[in-house]
């Protein structure tokens, strides 16, 4: 299929949205290629989105916004009725829960029709999102995840069952331009790169419960024999454990298959807080 740039750098408008973590990593990617973006904060009440009343602006709201997102706080928009029209694609970074997308998209995209969907498929899929946001004729997912989303060359990317050809192009367009190379896979839950090492984490995870191998020597093991970048294991506390978990517990509830069953290491885990690097703790203690 042939992907062009149906839009030059001026008119390329993104607004961003979802987890916090992914949203600020994300945000780094965009303006450093010097894309127009604006970020929605993530709500937890649906009185937040309604398009009549304005969000408050009280000083500890602002405080909190920058606080949360640094150097992008300028970046952060409250009202979208001073938006309408105004974005070429939206860009959902939601990843908790399948359901997550739906409020910010649904909204987003009803007062940018024209709207390209950007969402992150790691426990769903387009398809559905597209179901649950009134999204299903421009919806696209994408595998991205937190801490190698800003290295990452090549970037998984699935249309859903009822999205539009241009909808595919312009999402493909603006990867591009962020500096990816796209490549376009079926529509299924955490894509093909994510899937495949969310189920070698779980593997290696059972290793190392199973006391077959430590960490360390899993990590080595996979550096030095089949040249991974880095190990497993420490991949897995890069990206957090919570978030493979999250994949894995897609996987299982797509396919309804024991083998993306997530191993119970990872859920013990969770529950001491050893969630990954920033935590402190994964299969690895880092210093703060």
């Known amino acids: 299929m042939n992907v062009y740039d149906l839009h030059d750098a001026d008119s390329v408008n993104v607004l961003l949205t979802g987890d916090l973590d992914f949203v600020v990593e994300f945000a780094a990617v965009i303006r450093r290629s010097g894309v127009r973006f604006s970020i929605l904060p993530a709500v937890e009440s649906g009185d937040d989105f309604e398009l009549g009343s304005e969000f408050d602006l009280s000083v ?3 405080t909190d916004v920058s606080f949360d997102y640094g150097e992008f706080a300028d970046a ?9 029209g105004s ?4 860009v959902d970074l939601s990843v908790s829960t399948h359901t997550d997308h739906r409020m910010a998209v649904d ?5 940018n029709p024209s709207a390209s969907v950007i969402v992150c498929v790691l426990t769903t899929t387009a398809t559905e999102v597209g179901l649950l946001t009134n999204t299903a004729q421009r919806i696209v997912g994408v595998g991205l995840a937190p801490s190698i989303m800003s290295t990452l060359t090549t970037m998984d990317m699935a249309a859903g069952l009822n999205t539009e050809a241009r909808h595919v192009e312009q999402a493909a367009s603006l990867l591009r331009r962020l500096g990816y190379t796209v490549e ?3 529509d299924r839950v955490a894509l ?3 899937r495949v090492l969310a189920m070698l984490i779980n593997e290696a995870a059972f290793a190392v419960m199973e006391g077959l191998a430590t960490p360390e020597d899993i990590d080595k093991a996979m550096m030095l024999g089949v040249n991974y970048p880095k190990g497993l294991l420490a991949w897995a506390d890069e990206i ?3 978030i493979i978990t999250l994949i894995l517990d897609g996987l299982r509830r797509e396919y309804e298959q024991e083998r993306y069953r997530p191993c ?11 969630s990954g690097r920033s935590a402190g703790r994964g299969f690895y203690v880092y210093e703060s």
Do not use: N
Not at 87 to 90: C, E, L, P, V, Y
Not at 264 to 274: F, P, S
């Open 240 to 242: 957090g454990i919570g």
């Open 76 to 84: 952060v928009i409250w009202d979208l009725r001073e938006h309408v």
């Open 60 to 62: 500890a709201t602002v």
């Open 184 to 186: 376009l896979v079926q």
């Open 87 to 90: 974005f070429t694609h939206i």
């Open 192 to 194: 093909v790169q994510m």
């Open 107 to 111: 909204v987003a995209a009803s007062v």
């Open 264 to 274: 119970v290491l990872l859920k013990q885990m969770m529950r001491a807080g050893w």
